[in-house]
């Protein structure tokens, strides 16, 4: 580890004084209680909630200064140690991430475990969702043309699928869209980085 990762940080005090930490803090003895918290979190941490955390833990102030330090030392270690995994800045927050090249083979583990035995309709259902998201399944049904209320089910029992509203039209139908766990299991940051629908649907027939 580099000598920046043992020094400690001191910042003046401002106006806002509760803010600001109140005496000398040595942001390598932080570390690895931030890295518990960012391994125990299914979703980026916002640096205020770790601010908050650190504060009650130390029982004394600190400020968003040092979360953003303490994330370039734990990077620091990760690039040094040649780690899999490095923190992200995502959604306005913190969160342990898989280093890009090892995105094929993660996204092959979640296909094989995600697809497993869906059928050919329900890979072409999860298709149309994605691109056409949000979708109801009136919408749906005129696309594929049978209906899709057993195929939707089965896509939200896998966690592929969501309802994510209701429309603004008579009956206000439920709105269907994509989830989390289909961006992980396609290797995708967001629903923007899918591929054009033809290369989906050969990853999702390579996937059966």
């Known amino acids: 580890m580099s000598s920046q990762a043992t020094q400690a940080v001191h910042t003046e005090p401002e106006n806002n004084a509760a ?11 932080l570390l690895p209680g931030i890295e518990a918290m960012l391994v125990s979190s299914d979703r980026p941490l916002k640096a205020s909630a770790l601010v908050d955390a650190i504060s009650v833990h130390l029982d004394r102030p600190i400020n968003s200064k040092i979360i953003a330090q303490a994330m370039a030392m734990l990077n620091e270690q990760y690039d040094e140690h040649n780690r899999a995994f490095r923190i992200e800045e995502i959604s306005g927050g913190y969160r342990l991430m898989t280093r890009p090249e090892h995105a094929p083979i993660v996204a092959a583990m979640h296909r094989s475990r995600a697809t ?17 998201q949000p979708i109801t399944r009136a919408e749906l049904e005129a696309i594929r043309g049978v209906a899709a209320g057993e195929v939707v089910r089965t896509l939200m029992d896998r966690r592929l699928v969501k309802i994510t509203g209701r429309a603004e039209e008579l009956g206000r139908p439920m709105l269907y869209g994509t989830t989390r766990q289909f961006l992980d299991t396609f290797g995708l940051a ?5 591929p054009k629908p033809e290369e989906l ?3 999702m027939e390579q996937s059966t």
């Open 19 to 29: 803010n600001e930490p109140i005496e000398d803090i040595d942001i390598n003895s």
């Open 116 to 132: 497993t035995r869906l059928s050919k309709p329900a890979l072409e259902t999860l298709s149309i969702i994605a691109y056409r």
């Open 190 to 194: 967001s629903v923007k980085d899918l």
């Open 201 to 203: 649907a050969d990853q």
